[in-house]
């Protein structure tokens, strides 16, 4: 008897699970319709450099310093000569 339980429950597995594919299929064309008539968001204008006057590049040196410096690879000594090295220039 179990054959009888299971064969409405394959069918409906089967046309439930062909209906989801379909719409995801139709989502995904209107998805590709759409952006060929949105025109492409404007590129971000780059971030102003901070209020103290620093560039990114400044920024992005002494991150890798302090990481160096956290690593015991440099000395307080050496850090501070290389930190000084970029705030002044």
Not at 11 to 26: N, V
Not at 41 to 49: E, I, K
Not at 54 to 75: F, P, W
């Amino acid at each position: 008897m179990p054959m009888f339980r299971r064969r409405p429950l394959m069918r409906a597995a089967m046309i439930g699970g062909g209906a989801y594919a379909a719409g995801k299929h139709r989502q995904r064309s209107h998805d590709e319709e759409q952006a060929q008539y949105e025109p492409e968001p404007a590129a971000a204008p780059a971030p102003a450099a901070p209020a103290g006057g620093m560039t990114g590049d400044a920024i992005e040196q002494l991150k890798q310093l302090g990481q160096l410096h956290d690593q015991g690879v440099l000395t307080d000594e050496e850090f501070a000569a290389q930190k000084q090295k970029v705030l002044g220039s």
